[in-house]
């Protein structure tokens, strides 16, 4: 039987902290409405303590989510996790996430601490959200530079003190995919107790690793993955939700599995590029505009003859109606037949050759050879041939 990977969405608070992103609540609701239905089973809804409009969409999202667990972000401050719990006084299932730097860059730089003081503050604030919300989520900021042995230890102590999920960030996005999996093995070989916690992997994208550090989490054993639509966040982003969902069901399938809904990947997109501002790239996996758009011809051919040929995912399974044949000067014969016919133009051999050259012409000339220019070519073709 396969193992449930719960998927932990932070688009609403991590994503927004991308500059000139920031939705009022009305936008949130529709967002986190959706993310509800999409299958989504933590949404950090947002950091409650950073301005009242947060607290407000925060408080509104929690009233409005019938399924997920609703998340509040704090800092291991007492003021902020009251703020977080009051925030989610409506919540179904709410989850204070509160916790604090671990690696000694932290520590020395952010905090000028010590180690034995932040391991006490780490307790403190696991202690106190546990007084308001039975389901406390501890984070280790920068724990991808953390020393594991450490790591260990406050992870242990802040599971003694009531912590239910334990997330281990490669906030800086540093790691690499075998010392970020070999981090979470050492957690689980070393850590008292963590057995009955869920262990969540939240990276960053800095080296353009994020989403292959979080698979390997989760084939050493993590349970949760903190993500985000279309991978926005702070400066390169956080893991991308629909490329780890796609992944887990395509190359870990019967191992891993997840509640995502699929085919509302594609919408989701959309919704958050359109409502952040922030356009999706073309190539972007899974979601992009080109994900199963072909302009090769050898690619052509082979797609239309059979789609898995280089497609390894149906794009009806995450939402894109068909896969596209753009035609440019780079495609062949087989491809403005595919066209033509779609069109309600059935070509002939010969026809196809006659018509071919002029075709090239035409996208020699443009980028992209649309449908209005392809039926004027056969039809000024076939024309020539009649007379």
Request: glycine letters at 6%.
């Amino acid at each position: 039987m396969s193992k449930k990977i719960y998927i932990f969405d932070t688009t609403l608070r991590d994503g927004e902290q991308v500059p000139g992103c920031k939705l009022v609540t009305s936008e949130k609701l529709i967002i986190a409405e959706q993310l509800d239905i999409m299958g989504v089973d933590v949404i950090e809804a947002g950091f409650p303590i950073s301005s009242p409009g947060d607290f407000k969409s925060v408080q509104e999202i929690s009233k409005l989510v019938k399924n997920a667990t609703v998340c509040g972000l704090s800092r291991s401050v007492e003021k902020d996790i009251k703020a977080a719990a009051e925030s989610l006084t409506y919540a179904k299932y709410p989850r204070i996430h509160t916790g604090i730097g671990t690696s000694d860059s932290h520590i020395k730089s952010k905090f000028n601490s010590t180690r034995e003081k932040i391991l006490e503050r780490a307790v403190a604030a696991v202690k106190y959200a546990k007084s308001f919300v039975e389901d406390v989520e501890f984070y280790a900021e920068d724990a991808g530079r953390t020393d594991n042995e450490y790591l260990a230890r406050i992870v242990e102590a802040a599971i003694k003190a009531g912590a239910t999920v334990v997330n281990i960030p490669d906030t800086t996005g540093y790691c690499l995919p075998h010392e970020y999996g070999a981090k979470i093995q050492y957690l689980i070989e070393n850590v008292k107790g963590i057995h009955k916690v869920r262990i969540s992997a939240h990276c960053h994208n800095d080296l353009g690793l994020a989403t292959a550090n979080s698979v390997a989490a989760v084939e050493h054993g993590a349970t949760q993955v903190e993500c985000t639509l279309n991978g926005i966040g702070e400066r390169a982003g956080n893991t991308s939700l629909e490329e780890v969902v796609m992944i887990l069901q395509h190359r870990k399938k019967g191992v891993f599995h997840t509640d995502i809904k699929t085919q509302m990947l594609k919408g989701m997109s959309n919704l958050v590029a359109t409502k952040m501002g922030v356009l999706v790239q073309a190539n972007k996996a899974i979601v992009g505009d080109n994900a199963f758009a072909h302009s090769s011809g050898i690619h052509q051919d082979g797609v239309i003859k059979s789609r898995e040929t280089y497609e390894i995912i149906n794009p009806k399974d995450v939402g894109v109606d068909f896969s596209s044949i753009v035609l440019t000067a780079r495609s062949g014969r087989s491809a403005i037949a595919y066209r033509a016919k779609n069109l309600g133009r059935s070509l002939s051999k010969v026809e196809l050759d006659a018509i071919y050259p002029h075709f090239l012409a035409v996208a020699d000339s443009k980028k992209e050879v649309d449908n209005k220019d392809l039926l004027r070519i056969i039809e000024e073709v076939l024309i020539a041939q009649a007379a």
